[in-house]
T-cell receptor, first 109, second 114 residues
Framework: GQSLEQPSEVTAVEGAIVQINCTYQ??????LSWYQQHDGGAPTFLSY????GLEETGRFSSFLSRSDSYGYLLLQELQMKDSASYFC??????????FGPGTRLSVLP | ETGVTQSPTHLIKTRGQQVTLRCSSQ?????VSWYQQALGQGPQFIFQ???????GRGNFPPRFSGLQFPNYSSELNVNALELDDSALYLC?????????????FGSGTRLTVV
């Protein structure tokens, strides 16, 4: 089967650093992506890891270890506007794009 | 550069009816995919089209069908609507998803089946 696991909720304060983990089990693997979705909004693309290692985009970084079927999204200098749901997603060999269940991040003042 | 637009934004249908949802891809994007998102859950992949051909399909029954047109706009058709089909339907387009280009999502169509 295919499955992705993420923590359901994470809470942190403004200015802090938070890490959202994702483990996956899929039939084939084309890379791990991360999306942000605010309540009532559309998912927006944050990052993509096709190879092992760290990708950095501003305050956000994403990491992948294919041998461990594991990745994470790191959010630094948290701001109130970062409160949203975060989804990891994997594309498999059947061109299917599988999303995780999502992690709801709450940033407190 | 326009993003992905979907229509209608909201729709109410009766069980057993048929519905067509529409999506205009972001300019230049040749790949479009459709997702069903229930409240509080992640998007569930329905299918994907690349240059008018379906090249991926999730675990959805055949009554979910689609089309992609030469201008890369797309339709999602659902026949014999069931109450469980009530959800947010998202369309997303991309230029080269296999090369790491992310998908650009539309704001979705909220379908309610009564």
């Amino acid at each position: 089967g295919q499955s992705l696991e993420q923590p359901s909720e994470v809470t942190a304060v403004e200015g802090a650093i938070v890490q959202i983990n994702c483990t996956y089990q899929t039939s084939g693997f084309y890379g791990l992506s991360w999306y942000q979705q605010h309540d009532g909004g559309a998912p927006t693309f944050l990052s993509y890891n096709g190879l092992d290692g760290l990708e950095e985009t501003g305050r956000f970084s994403s990491f992948l270890s294919r041998s461990d079927s594991y990745g994470y999204l790191l959010l630094q200098e948290l701001q109130m506007k970062d409160s949203a749901s975060y989804f990891c997603a994997v594309k498999n060999y059947g061109q299917n794009f599988v999303f995780g269940p999502g992690t709801r991040l709450s940033v407190l003042p | 550069e326009t993003g992905v637009t979907q229509s209608p934004t909201h729709l109410i249908k009766t069980r057993g009816q048929q519905v067509t949802l529409r999506c205009s891809s972001q300019s230049g994007h040749n790949t479009v995919s459709w997702y069903q998102q229930a409240l509080g859950q992640g998007p569930q992949f329905i299918f994907q089209y690349y240059r008018e051909e379906e090249n991926g399909r999730g675990n959805f029954p055949p009554r979910f069908s689609g089309l992609q047109f030469p201008n890369y706009s797309s339709e999602l058709n659902v026949n014999a609507l069931e109450l469980d089909d009530s959800a947010l339907y998202l369309c997303a387009s991309s230029l080269s998803p296999d090369r790491g280009h992310g998908y650009t999502f539309g704001s979705g169509t909220r379908l309610t089946v009564v």
